[in-house]
């Protein structure tokens, strides 16, 4: 059997794909804690595992995602990279149209297709990272240019960002924006490329937030310390509460107060609310050293590469999950305002949680392929750094 999986594997970064496993595994319980109550309410008592169960099979979506392109040669993403970005792009504009044509109200942030549903900026944020990766590989003689190496890439980008806008999913439209100008800086686009498209996209995001009436109060409530219970604070105040109750400790597995209908949805964005009220300070440390060891590793993968590309996509991956995980403790700990952005791997969620699993087995192939490269060409065992 351990002959079969060191085959499967090969020499990838065990490290990596133990704290994955490990994220996964205590997402699985801490989501089961925080769900248990609402899943009893929303049952009729009949069963307290509903979301567990929803989010079991997407982790066995997303883990079976994740082993795929651990064997999958990242270096045939490039082929995919242009199309890849094309049928985003298209997806993005279906989901709108769809959103309309039904005649519901809220968001259009599901492409729902009887019963297939896809949050398609998920899909959107891999298929930027493979996008910029193949374009700065490509077209490395022209990233000084604004005109031919730059202004396409900023237009693919920017035509992204605005078709998630519209739907309407500001945070996530953000987010994207800093992971794509962040890439093309590394990728070698010169900073002083990049500084009047980042002011204009920064200019035009404050008239997007004021247009917004649920936007501009999340803002407006963020900035306020007092009326803690109105409609803009109460997620916020009742998630500081659930932490100070945990104090550094915890009240214990399973124990929390919040859970019992106090906090909204505790198992989606602000499940670490949750975390830290049964796990304490201590468990909330535990879960971002996770995180940080994720991130590390991902910046070590890089640093041992030698394919430009490979380098791009593993930081871009890194750098995603690190920046979700850390938003989202800035959120429920009230140093940002709510941005409806989730813990990656932790809270409940389809399509991010899948997406999730498939970018780590992106970055585990890299991994893999560096070192075998390396034992190829006899140049001893690679340091696992």
Not at 134 to 157: H, M, Q, S
Not at 175 to 182: C, E, K, L, P, R
Request: with cysteine; proline share 3%.
């Amino acid at each position: 059997m351990k002959k079969w999986i060191d085959t499967f594997l090969g020499d990838c970064d065990r490290w990596l794909l133990v704290t994955i496993l490990v994220l996964c595994a205590g997402g699985a319980v801490m989501l089961y804690s925080a769900s248990s109550i609402l899943s009893l309410t929303q049952s009729r008592y009949q069963s307290d595992m509903v979301f567990l169960k929803a989010h079991l099979w997407r982790l066995f979506l997303g883990l079976s995602a994740m082993f795929f392109f651990i064997r999958y040669d990242y270096k045939r993403l490039k082929l995919l990279a242009y199309p890849g970005v094309a049928v985003v792009i298209i997806l993005l504009v279906l989901t709108k149209i769809l959103h309309v044509l039904s005649g519901a109200s809220g968001t259009a942030r599901w492409l729902e297709i009887g019963s297939f549903h896809l949050q398609t900026a998920d899909v959107a944020r891999l298929a930027l990272i493979v996008f910029v990766a193949t374009y700065v590989d490509r077209n490395k003689r022209y990233l000084t240019d604004f005109k031919k190496g730059v202004l396409p890439a900023l237009a693919v980008l920017g035509t992204v960002m605005g078709l998630i806008v519209i739907q309407p999913d500001f945070s996530s439209a953000a987010m994207i924006g800093i992971i794509g100008f962040t890439l093309l800086f590394i990728g070698g686009v010169p900073f002083s490329r990049l500084v009047f498209p980042a002011t204009a996209a920064l200019t035009l995001a404050v008239p997007v937030v004021l247009m917004s009436p649920y936007r501009l109060q999340r803002v407006l409530a963020w900035f306020q310390a007092s009326d803690a219970l109105s409609q803009g604070k109460y997620q916020t105040t009742q998630a500081l509460i659930s932490l100070s109750n945990g104090g550094f400790w915890g009240m214990g597995l399973g124990n929390s107060i919040e859970k019992n209908l106090f906090l909204p949805a505790p198992h989606t964005d602000f499940i670490m609310a949750i975390i830290g009220e049964e796990l304490g300070l201590f468990g909330t440390i535990i879960l971002l050293t996770l995180f940080l060891i994720v991130f590390q590793r991902g910046i070590a993968i890089a640093k041992r590469s030698t394919d430009p590309f490979a380098i791009v996509i593993a930081i871009g991956i890194a750098f995603t999950f690190i920046l979700y995980a850390f938003i989202n403790a800035a959120v429920v700990s009230n140093i940002l305002p709510v941005t409806g952005l989730p813990m990656p791997l932790i809270s409940y969620g389809g399509s991010g949680t899948v997406v999730s699993l498939a970018s780590m087995g992106i970055l585990l192939n890299i991994s893999r392929s560096r070192r075998a490269r390396v034992s190829h060409q006899g140049w001893g065992r690679t340091r696992r750094g």
